[in-house]
């Protein structure tokens, strides 16, 4: 957004055209500071205007070119379902017009079908056909007509006009015996019988045609953004809110748009979250899958967040909202996504200014097509049939749709695997970047430190050592503590101990059992209590170390016993993802704030050659810019706020959603999990997209460069043009459609 300026969406109706939306995005950008992009497939526009215009002047703009706009509630109201979409609209006049049709084509192509006075027949069936069934291509015709204007709507209202007129006057004034009206048809099967030559099949098929053009790519349209409004209806509806009061803790029911941040609130298993919070009290299991893609249900308890419109699985939670309405992660999502689907990528603004010109190119190609074929000493009917075919064979819809449905499908399809594309521009970087920086902690590996090895002195039980060092962390809130406390109570039953001294950034005392334990850093335990380690555990400390792990040692009785090795692990996906990557043609890099020894042991295990340790949080930045000069084009992955510089330098920023909310605003990419196989979806689906984008252009666009002359040259009848510019659109957005079976790497085996 430009300084000063505001953002609006507006809701444009009455686009039937890519060149509408052309003319649309013009009208507004003539008005002085407003920058308009027009999206023909969302039909919505988003502007940005100075504070000298007001949402009320940019929609009366609209208006004065012939459509008409609204600006869309905050409050979405619930669907009406019984109210008929667009689809259903185009499917009455389609039935209608087809019920008529047939039996005009059969008398008209089907000679021993036609009996004495058929062409009345014929004119009384495709009359409504020509009138009402293609009523609404006469009228938007009509509307642009009035502004100057032409678009996809003149060509066929004139196409269908003509055909149907042409038929008309030729059977009124050879009944009335008026001469020169009867002449040979070259290019459709000759009727016999001396009949006039008649259009009236033309007419009615040509509107059948397209009707079900527009309904295939009405419902089709629908079906592309089904993934957005199914992320918009994913909230809970209501909330059972806690209320203190001076009887004591009471419930009440409340509509969820009404919660506050701080509100307490109980989620009974089977029901959602109904925002974002913390879990003050319960502990459940979470079913995230509709957001994050992931299908294994998260433990959750006191202290843990959970996400608004995730399903409570297990037990009963009381959780304290942190986020509510527009700042909840479900809002984010949708947000996020539907700027993605309103943006233009730079190859679709090609396809507009194409289009914008698109319309009277085609009429003047279709009078010089006609005048052509007249001085050139062809029939009348030749030249006509020519130009009726240049008319409806022309499609810039085609090339207005081949951007925006390509990109409705496939960032809706990346929401349901939790994968935010931030613009359609972020497309064309996955395609050439080729080194991938990945930040190790949180990312590569779980960003939590756990007990990975138990290693016992001599005529120690391991049980033993696991119990009276364990009790004596558990009381102790380091990470590290806890995390030998965690792998102990998962072994062995803790007991109490009696007494508990901590020592800041040393270790823990205190006696347990009757036994006085110590639990530190092996110096500590040599230093203060006397405590040196013996040979077999000094060896095994010595290769903890040198694997870049933390060390904890424990005694008791002024003895030491044993070692807890703790490390922060590697995710279990990591290696497959980084495997994956490398499959896609990225070359992936390790960097870290950690020790090299740390960072080599879990490049090693993941399957990285190249790594970066031991790096400052601007030193990121710096890795990304040497990257570049090397002359690579570089991703960066990472998922806290000292990554948030590095994500916004590289030429593609992915941030995992697990992280800060800074990293995902700096990031062009978000995974809402913190799976790093997400990345390798993410690259994947974008490069599946943009190559469906490119597809789809280069079908509208060599569809258009041959129907033209083809058509012109008098190689296509009007049947066979109205047929193949139906066929165009939908085939587009059908061909766009097929983003929805895209399969994540982390999908489970067909």
């Known amino acids: 957004m430009t300084e000063g300026h505001a953002d609006v969406e507006l809701d444009i109706a009455g686009m039937t055209c890519a060149a509408c939306a052309a003319r649309i995005e013009k009208k507004l950008n003539k008005v002085d500071g407003v920058v308009a992009t027009v999206n023909y497939a969302t039909e919505r526009a988003r502007v940005s205007y100075p504070p000298t215009v007001t949402p009320e002047q940019l929609v009366a703009v609209v208006e004065a070119t012939g459509y008409r706009a609204t600006v869309p509630s905050p409050a979405q109201p619930e669907p009406d379902v019984a109210a008929p979409t667009e689809a259903d609209v185009w499917r009455q006049r389609l039935v209608v017009s087809a019920l008529l049709t047939v039996p005009v084509l059969l008398l008209s192509m089907v000679p021993p079908l036609q009996f004495d006075n ?8 495709a009359s409504p056909v020509a009138v009402w069934g293609a009523w609404p291509f006469h009228r938007a015709a009509f509307v642009n007509a009035r502004h100057a204007a032409a678009t996809m709507d003149t060509l066929v209202s004139l196409g269908v006009s003509a055909a149907y007129l042409w038929s008309l006057g030729a059977l009124l004034f050879t009944d009335a015996g008026m001469p020169g009206m009867r002449m ?80 307490r609130f109980l989620v009974r298993p089977g029901e959602k979250v109904a925002t974002d919070g913390v879990v003050e009290s319960g502990t459940s299991a979470v079913d995230a899958s509709m957001l994050t893609g992931e299908p294994v249900p998260v433990e959750v308890g006191p202290g843990d967040p959970v996400v608004g ?51 009277p190119v085609v009429l003047l190609l279709a009078a010089a097509t006609l005048v052509g074929w007249l001085v050139t000493g ?29 990109l409705l499908v496939g960032t809706g399809r990346g929401a349901q695997l939790g994968v935010l594309i931030k613009g359609p521009e972020i497309l064309e970087s996955t395609r050439v970047v080729d080194t991938v920086l990945l930040d190790k902690t949180g990312t590569v590996t779980t960003g939590r430190m756990a007990l990975v090895d138990v290693v016992a002195a001599d005529g120690v039980e391991t049980e033993e050592l ?40 040393l270790g823990v005392s ?76 990225l070359r992936p890099v390790l960097v870290t704030g950690d020790n090299r020894r740390a960072a080599e042991a879990v490049a090693a295990e993941v399957g990285i050659d190249e790594v970066v340790a031991e790096v400052l949080p601007g030193g990121k930045v710096d890795v990304v810019r040497r990257l570049h000069d090397e002359g690579r084009v570089v991703a960066m992955v990472g998922d806290g706020a000292n990554d948030a510089p590095a994500l916004a330098v590289a030429s593609l920023g992915i941030s995992m959603g697990t992280g800060t909310d800074v990293a995902i605003e700096a990031s062009d990419l978000t995974l809402v999990r913190g799976d790093l196989r997400a990345a390798v979806d993410a690259v994947r689906l974008s490069r599946r997209t943009l190559a469906t984008i490119k597809g789809n252009l280069f079908w509208a666009f060599a569809y258009n460069v041959a129907a033209l002359p083809l058509a012109a040259l008098g ?24 983003l929805r079976r895209f399969r994540p790497v982390s999908a489970p085996a067909a």
Not at 336 to 345: D, M, P, R, T
Not at 380 to 388: D, M, N, P, S
Not at 474 to 494: F, I, M, N, Q, Y
Request: aromatic fraction near 6%; hydrophobic fraction near 50%.
């Open 715 to 738: 190689f296509l009848n009007p049947l066979v043009a109205g047929a193949a510019m139906a066929f165009s659109s939908v085939f587009v957005v059908t061909n766009s459609l097929r």
């Open 510 to 585: 205190g006696k347990v059992d009757g036994h006085e334990v110590v639990a530190g850093r092996p110096r500590w335990l040599a230093e203060e209590w006397a405590m040196p380690l013996p040979a077999g555990l000094e060896a095994a400390r010595a290769a903890a170390e040198i694997a870049g792990r933390t060390v904890v040692a424990a005694g008791w009785d002024g003895v030491a016993r044993g070692l807890f090795v703790v490390s922060d692990t590697v995710k279990p996906t990591s290696a497959q993802a980084v495997a994956e990557l490398r499959g896609l043609g």
């Open 309 to 359: 419109a995730t399903v409570n699985a297990g037990g009963r939670l009381v959780v304290r909202a942190t986020r509510v309405g527009a700042d909840t992660r479900l809002a984010q999502m949708a947000r996020l996504v539907e700027e993605a689907q309103s943006g233009k990528a730079a190859v679709q603004r090609l396809a507009d200014r194409v289009s914008g010109v698109f319309v």
């Open 466 to 505: 696991l119990r009276l060092a364990g009790a004596l962390e558990h009381t102790s809130e380091h990470p590290v503590a806890r995390a030998v406390a965690d792998g102990a109570a998962a072994r062995t039953t803790l007991p109490a101990p009696d007494a508990f001294v901590s020592t800041s950034g």
């Open 118 to 125: 058929w062409q009345w027949v014929a004119l009384t069936l």
């Open 378 to 406: 062809h029939s009348a009917t030749a030249a006509f049939t020519a130009a009726v075919a240049v008319l409806i064979i022309a499609c810039p819809c085609a090339l207005g749709l081949a951007t925006p449905t390509a």
């Open 184 to 263: 040979e048809l070259e290019l459709l099967p000759s009727r016999g019988g001396g009949q006039p030559d008649l259009y009236l099949e033309v007419a009615a098929a040509v509107t059948t045609f397209l009707l079900a053009g527009r309904y295939f790519e009405a419902r089709a349209k629908r079906e592309s953004g089904a993934a957005l409004r199914a992320l918009l209806g994913m909230g809970a509806k209501d909330v059972t809110v806690l209320r203190r009061t001076p009887d004591g803790e009471q419930e009440e029911r409340l509509s969820a748009d009404r919660l506050v941040v701080g509100d």
